[in-house]
């Protein structure tokens, strides 16, 4: 078994594919993403998280308007489901009336069905939302198969796309707080990422790794 203690409060089991992540407090976008997430546990939806809030989750200090879930396509009637179970937890539907059947699957049928991505919110807050979409591309179903369990607290479990993948990614967008992204996930899980396969998604999506240093100097 191979173990890699990253920080005071995160182990890495690579072997296991799983992060333990221990916080002396939850924020308001934890709790929400927790949340949301623990509904498609239940539901057996295979997803992944990506984007900006998984450094957040691992305590880089920044604020996101956005919570990005990816999942598997589902039919229709999961959709409705897994909405109507949504409501009862607190969640509203952007594009519909996450109340009625009739709206979710007009959503279901208006956005996702054709490739679109829709949003939720939680309560009466307006930020962060969720984004929410279905995987279309390779790459998204590769971030789904390959995603890596955080256990956060002991209790709350949450996916998300492989480290190697994120970094290259938010390498490949470019902008100052991607780069800063990218860089803060390489610092804190350099020892134990594949630095075989971070250079090959470098390669894939045609970035230089050299960009880290370059980004990370620039504070």
């Known amino acids: 078994m191979t173990v890699f203690v990253i920080s005071d409060n995160i182990a890495f089991d690579v072997d296991r594919g799983t992060i333990f992540l221990e916080k002396s407090s939850l924020s308001e976008d934890d709790r929400i993403a927790m949340l949301f997430a623990e509904t498609l546990n239940e ?5 992944s998280v990506i984007a900006g809030y998984v450094a957040i989750l691992f305590g880089r200090a920044r604020r996101s308007d956005d919570i990005d879930f990816i999942t ?9 489901k897994f909405c109507l179970l949504l409501r009862d937890r607190g969640f509203k539907l952007v594009q519909g009336d996450i109340g009625s059947e009739s709206s979710i699957r007009k959503v279901y049928e208006g956005y996702l069905e054709r490739g679109f991505s829709i949003r939720f919110t939680y309560g009466d807050l307006i930020l962060p939302n969720i984004w929410f979409k279905t995987a279309r591309s390779p790459l ?16 709350h479990l949450i996916k998300i796309a492989p480290l190697e993948l994120q970094i290259a990614y938010k390498l490949y967008l470019e902008s100052e707080k991607d780069l800063g992204d990218a860089v803060f996930l390489y610092t804190l899980f350099r020892q134990a990422l594949n630095h075989q396969e971070l250079h090959k998604w470098l390669s894939t ?5 050299s960009m880290l240093e370059v980004a990370g100097s620039g504070g």
Do not use: C, H, M, W
Not at 72 to 80: K, M, R, S, V
């Open 72 to 80: 598997y396509p589902l039919a229709e009637d999961e959709f409705l």
């Open 43 to 47: 539901l057996g939806v295979r997803y």
């Open 205 to 209: 999506l045609g970035v230089d790794i």
């Open 140 to 155: 998204q179903y590769y971030g789904i198969d390959n995603s890596l369990t955080v256990i956060v607290n002991k209790k």
